[in-house]
């Protein structure tokens, strides 16, 4: 599990129990985020660091990072018919 959750005031906008953690900023603005992950995932926080910047990325074009939580989705092939492949 991997969650991306707005840093406000110091700490995280939602709780988890997740224990990996990094800080990702937004490579638009200055607001930063915490990319929570669990054991299963520690093997691939580099390649979910450059998922955060992306989703991120958009976030700050469509929202200006107004929600909380940004979605993360881990895509494991390509389906051509799917909209929201990039």
């Known amino acids: ?16 129990t997740l224990l990996g953690q990094e800080v990702v900023r937004c490579p ?5 985020y915490r990319l929570s992950y669990s054991k299963d995932e520690w093997y691939k926080v580099s390649a979910w660091l450059r998922k955060a910047e992306v989703a991120l990325r958009e976030s ?3 929202d200006q990072h107004e929600q909380d939580t940004v979605q993360l989705i881990w895509r494991t092939g390509i389906n051509r018919s799917d909209p929201l492949r990039r």
Do not use: F, W, Y
């Open 1 to 16: 599990m991997v969650s991306l959750t707005k840093i406000v005031d110091g700490g995280p906008a939602m709780n988890d």
């Open 28 to 32: 638009q603005c200055e607001q930063t």
């Open 60 to 62: 700050h074009e469509i």
